[in-house]
């Protein structure tokens, strides 16, 4: 089955816990803190791989979760670091955040166009440190350790575009499956009726020394970029191809359509869903050149390709157009006309390569993108206020310290105040109209605001 679009939850594994231990042996009656630290989850990383044709993997099972990293122990033993979670795409695959509740797509994560590309769409937690990383000049015994970071979860949305070079676009039953079928090993479903084609297919075609993908797009019809006959399903995949192939029926089908008006109506199409679809090199193939009769209708679409040229050309008839518009006649039965049509295709395909080529130089780091504006969304908190005396403090970053801290210990409370205090929390109270006393809400925490926690700060030594 061919699925080209779904929503799934991905979560990392949250980090294992920090261990409170003190060194005991024998003869060592005060041996200092020795708690190791929690092992950091998994990630959740969507690779892209090129023996993937279809998101059908994740047709049936939307959440999938990293392992979490095991907790610290004493004698300074680590807990053991959570295995990531590698999802695999296929190429092509664009991933983009998605808001469940809002039912609305957020950020594009990244762009899988490359076998082996990958992006982490959910980080694992970090392990929660022992005990030994709080110990200071003044505070030789500290008492508590952090628990493990929770990781981080959302739902993302994988949408899979055909990486072909040549699509072959046109009107239902122009005979684009027959064409694919002549100019490669594809065999798709063959019929005399409309949409026998439902679902994109591929084949590889050769010419000479050269060779190209070319994907066969179920027909579209008036109104496709408005999603008339599933337009927005089939209109996406051609968004990637470098070349276009539109197929005129010079019959006219069963319907009667007018070859010329078919012409008219799929480059406007194209147009209207993607403006840079009109720019895109395109190809033209007047197809079932067999049929007697065809002549007239081949001449007067021959007369508007080359008007079309001329015009994209700045009205120079002697200039390169951008788009270069090029008529082909051809039978897909017979197969009269198409080797030079394989031929004309193998040689653009090959140009445009080249030229892209050019323009990769520099690859993107997704990633490192989507991490940096990641980290930066986290950082930020914001204050509200919840009736008289009482604020919530709401963000990333700072609910993860929260969720972090021991709450049954009166250290660990103590030093989740300073951190707040270091990243800015208390000063950004005090401007909201906070004073000694009021209570500040945290998730499902709460406790009362102090102005000044003491000129003498306990955790300056450390790096919070």
């Not at 003044?138 to 899979?160: D, H, N, S, V, Y």
Request: proline content about 3%; some cysteine.
């Amino acid at each position: 089955m061919f699925i080209d679009k779904v929503r799934i939850h991905v979560k990392g594994g949250d980090g294992g816990a920090g261990c409170m231990s003190f060194r005991r042996e024998a003869h060592v009656p005060k041996g200092g803190p020795d708690g190791g630290d929690g092992g950091h989850g998994g990630n959740v990383i969507v690779r892209a791989d090129a023996s993937i044709s279809s998101l059908i993997e994740y047709r049936f099972k939307h959440h999938f979760k990293a392992e979490r990293g095991t907790h610290g122990k004493g004698s300074r033993m680590h807990g053991a670091t959570g295995d990531d979670l590698v999802l695999r795409v296929p190429v092509g695959t664009l991933v983009t955040e998605y808001f469940e509740e809002e039912k609305a797509c957020g950020e594009m994560l990244a762009d899988l166009t490359h076998d082996g590309e990958e992006v982490i769409v959910a980080r694992g937690g970090c392990g929660g440190r022992g005990n030994t990383h709080f110990v200071t000049s003044t505070r030789r015994a500290p008492a508590f350790a952090e628990l493990g970071e929770p990781a981080q979860e959302g739902w993302i949305e994988l949408e899979m575009k055909l990486m072909a070079d040549a699509a072959l676009v046109g009107m239902p039953s122009a005979g684009k499956s027959s064409l694919i079928a002549n100019m490669s090993a594809a065999r798709p479903k063959i019929a005399d009726y409309p949409f026998t084609t439902l679902v994109p297919n591929l084949g590889v075609a050769t010419a000479g020394d050269l060779s190209f993908v070319i994907a066969d797009v179920p027909g579209l019809i008036e109104g496709a970029h408005e999603g008339r006959g599933l337009g927005h399903e089939f209109l996406r995949h051609i968004e990637r191809t470098a070349l276009i192939v539109q197929v005129v029926d010079l019959t006219g089908d069963y319907e009667g359509r007018d070859p010329l008006e078919d012409y008219e109506v799929i480059a406007r199409e194209l147009e209207l869903y993607a403006s840079e679809l009109a720019e895109r090199p395109r190809i033209v193939v007047a197809n079932k050149a067999d049929v007697a009769g065809t002549e007239e209708a081949f001449s007067r679409l021959e007369a508007r390709v080359k008007a079309d040229s001329i015009a994209a050309a700045g009205g120079n008839e002697f200039a390169p157009s951008p788009i270069d518009p090029k008529l082909f006649r051809v039978s897909a039965l017979t197969g009269a006309g198409v080797d030079g049509l394989k031929a004309a295709i193998a040689q653009k395909v090959h140009e445009l390569r080249e030229a892209a080529r050019e323009e990769e130089a520099a690859q993107v780091q997704y990633d490192r993108i989507w991490e940096f504006k990641r980290e930066e969304r986290d950082k930020r908190f914001e204050i509200t206020p919840e009736g008289a005396g009482a604020f919530r403090v709401s963000g990333g970053q700072v609910e993860r310290m929260v969720v972090q801290t021991d709450w049954e210990n009166e250290e660990a409370i103590i030093f989740l105040q300073h951190r707040l205090k270091r990243i800015g929390v208390d000063e950004a109270l005090e401007k909201a109209g906070a004073r000694d006393g009021d209570e500040i809400r945290i998730l499902g925490y709460a406790f009362d605001f102090e102005s000044a926690l003491g000129a003498e700060d306990i955790y300056d030594e450390l790096d919070l």
